[in-house]
């Protein structure tokens, strides 16, 4: 069975042939019950039957009605009201073959009733019958020649059947009856377009215009269809005419810069573009909506970007008291690095507007790149009270406890964000490992232990917590096998840093110094401003390896450096090793 693409077109038609057919149905049983028949009735009397019939379709009962209905045409075969109400329960069934089969045979009953033969056309419109909806739907206009619907209608199944251009003569029979209106204008105009007769498009919409002088918005149609078939000329006349006409509309100037645009003239486009936003009628996700077409350009393009920070900052000129306004150019300040300046848009957009997550999220990424520890905790611990549940937001005010020192408070409050991660194994790998740094702060083995086999239970490959776990067993001389395989993978993920200090470390531990002191010495190498521990770390060894003199120049190099161990002053005084 063929299922109707425009069912609920029909559906509702049905509501407005029900209400029609009352008329015409109350006509028949008002002859019925005065013992006179329609002309089209040749059967027996069965008014009382659909007067039951009716009833229970209007109370909903319409399994009940169908049965009744088909009992009134057994009563009388050519009861063309029964039948009209047959095919509009098929159609509320979605029985599309049967709802046209019973419209068929009530016109072909009553072949004058105008509100059977608007069922059946559209019915036929909808099963895509066109050349027969077009025989309905032209019988109609004969019928009623002044009703506009049925024209209108019939000008439709013209289209469906491919007949452009005798819809366009059925437009034009309506416009005689009711003037030059926007609606057949336009219908007119789309059809020549598809005809591919641009002229002649043109000059429906010039029509309009001849009646309508003022109205700027037919202009901007004129204009966007010259453009979109390449007569530019044409577009640029259009547009001038709407600033003439409305020198306060908001789009024009944004309409005329994508117009510059495709002729080649990228300064006058980018004129043009100033003048939109520099005008407070132009809504704002308009100008927004420009703007981050500059995001993927920027980082290319040098005049790109002078452009997207001008723009940027004539909005937020023109639209002082909106946050997005400072949002976007933000978000450019921050693309740029100017991290100092892109805070402060990011703190404006706060002041303006506190309730987007997103905003504190980027604003505490940025004093994060400026390093602003107290700036990165209390705007960490501001946003807690406002998004209790997001993750990151502890963990950023955990990090920052830690740059403190404040190691209990750190705890905390990581400990309390851990809970809120969902789904998310890398930023668990973040909490976990900060929770063992920081127990480990506070000489609490067990639990930075415990912490640090979470993270490498999720996954195995962190380097960080590779190295931090092995060297914290190394300086509590623990587990030293075990350390050492650790700090041996940490340096086989991340070679050439300070990874394979902590794993000569660990060697110097088991005694094996003639290893140690290699794999320390590459770390030295590697880093040209090596700290004072890997300093003082090979000059230990080298002190084990009897290589007293060079131990002792190592160790004061490591005074010179920064700070070592508590004993590396004692060993630089004394000239011997401490441990």
């Not at 705890?411 to 998310?424: H, P, Q, S």
Request: glycine share 4%.
């Amino acid at each position: 069975m063929k299922k109707f693409p425009h069912i609920i077109f029909l559906f509702g038609l049905l509501a407005m042939v029900s209400c029609s057919s009352v008329k015409n149905t109350s006509k028949t049983v008002f002859q019925k019950s005065n013992g006179h028949k329609s002309t089209s009735v040749k059967g027996g009397d069965n008014s009382s039957l659909f007067i039951d019939a009716n009833t229970q379709r209007i109370l909903g009962n319409y399994n009940e009605a169908e049965k009744l209905f088909r009992k009134c045409i057994g009563i009388d075969p050519k009861d063309d009201a029964s039948y009209f109400e047959l095919s509009k329960l098929a159609l509320m069934r979605n029985n599309g073959e049967e709802a046209i089969e019973m419209a068929a045979k009530a016109v072909e009953l009553s072949p004058e009733n105008t509100y059977y033969l608007v069922l059946y056309g559209n019915l036929l419109q909808s099963n895509e019958q066109y050349e027969e909806s077009l025989k309905v739907f032209d019988r109609l206009s004969q019928l009623k020649p002044n009703n506009i619907d049925y024209l209108d209608n019939l000008a439709v199944s013209y289209i469906y059947a491919g007949k452009n251009e005798k819809a366009i003569e059925t437009y034009d029979r309506i416009e005689s009856k009711v003037g030059i209106t926007e609606e057949f204008s336009l219908k007119k105009q789309s059809l020549y377009l598809q005809e591919g007769k641009v002229d002649k498009a043109g000059e429906e919409i010039e029509k309009l215009i001849a009646i309508f002088p003022t109205e700027s918005r037919y202009y901007a149609i004129l204009a966007e269809m010259y453009m979109a078939n390449g007569m530019e000329d044409k577009a640029l006349e259009a547009y001038q005419k709407i600033i003439e006409l409305d020198p306060e509309n908001p789009y024009i100037h944004i309409t005329l810069a994508d117009y510059y645009k495709k002729k080649g003239n990228p300064e006058k486009a980018f004129e043009e573009l100033k003048i939109g936003f520099a005008n407070p009628s132009l809504d704002i996700d308009t100008k927004v909506q420009i703007l981050v077409a500059y995001y993927s350009v920027i980082e290319l393009y040098n005049d790109a970007k002078d452009e997207a920070f001008e723009l940027a900052e004539i909005l937020i000129k023109t639209h002082p008291d909106d946050p997005k306004s400072y949002s976007i150019y933000g978000d450019f300040l921050y693309q740029a690095e100017q991290f100092e300046e892109a805070r402060q848009a990011f703190r404006k957009v706060i002041s303006l507007d506190s309730s987007k997550y997103a905003v504190w999220e980027q604003l505490i990424f940025i004093e994060s790149e400026l390093n602003d520890v107290d700036a990165m905790l209390s705007e960490s611990l501001r946003a807690i009270e406002l998004f209790p549940e997001q993750a990151l937001l502890y963990l950023f005010a955990g990090n920052a406890y830690s740059q403190k020192k404040k190691w209990e408070e750190s705890i905390k409050i990581l400990e309390e964000g851990a809970g809120y991660v969902v789904n998310n194994i890398r930023m668990e790998e973040q909490f976990y490992s900060f929770l063992g740094d920081a127990y480990n702060q506070i000489k609490d083995d067990a639990n930075s232990d415990k912490y640090y086999e979470k993270v490498l239970k999720l996954n195995p490959d962190n380097d960080y917590v590779l190295n931090n776990y092995a060297y914290f067993l190394s300086l509590r001389n623990k587990d030293l096998e075990k350390a050492a395989a650790m700090a041996k993978r940490a340096v086989e993920l991340k070679p050439g840093t300070a990874n394979q200090d902590t794993y000569g470390w660990v060697l110097y531990q088991m005694g094996n110094y003639d290893e140690a002191a290699t794999m320390i010495k590459k770390a030295i190498d590697n880093d040209e401003t090596a700290s004072a521990v890997i300093l003082e770390h090979y000059g230990d060894v080298l002190w084990k390896l009897d290589r007293k003199e060079e131990a002792i120049e190592y160790w004061e190099k490591a005074k010179t450096a920064g700070e070592g161990s508590g004993f590396l002053e004692k060993k630089v005084e004394d000239k011997k090793l401490y441990e």
